[in-house]
């Protein structure tokens, strides 16, 4: 024996103290917020994953498909079938880049922003429910402590402060 044990679900192995390991953790927590967004975003026929992507424009525009991907943390081929179903929605619009003009790029348009403004209240509302029982204080470590982990996994130096 190793010493590890399982609490229930595959991959619930014991960290320290016989607590749950963090990965095992962040992963339930990422199924709850997708559960709940799946749910909040059926009525506008959309998806957490398609919520993800307009989010990402919506902070970073005119984007290639290959980096919308990379941004929303889905494979090539699975945002090329988004784009074609949200162009095709009318929330987003591909359109040449202005520098390059062999490569297109990805921007929302009108309709994707008046969306994403209609659903912004129910989503921080989905946020704060989820932080409930923290105090600003906690919440911003927690923010703090999981863009270090993710900055450690991306290979990223992160000074701590």
Known sequence: MTGRTTAGAAGDVDGPGG????MYLVKQVELAVRSHLDDLLRPA???????????VLERHADLSSS???????????S???MITILQERGLIERHR???????LTVALTVDGRALLDRYRDQVKGL???MLGGLSSREASSLRRLLHVCHANLAGQRHVRS
């Open 45 to 55: 026929r959309l998806t957490a994953l398609q919520y993800t992507a307009l989010t």
């Open 79 to 81: 945002m090329a079938d």
């Open 97 to 103: 880049d202005q520098t390059d003009r062999r490569r």
């Open 19 to 22: 607590e749950p390991m963090l």
């Open 127 to 129: 946020e704060t429910q």
């Open 67 to 77: 980096q919308l991907a990379r941004n929303s943390f889905v494979t090539a081929q």
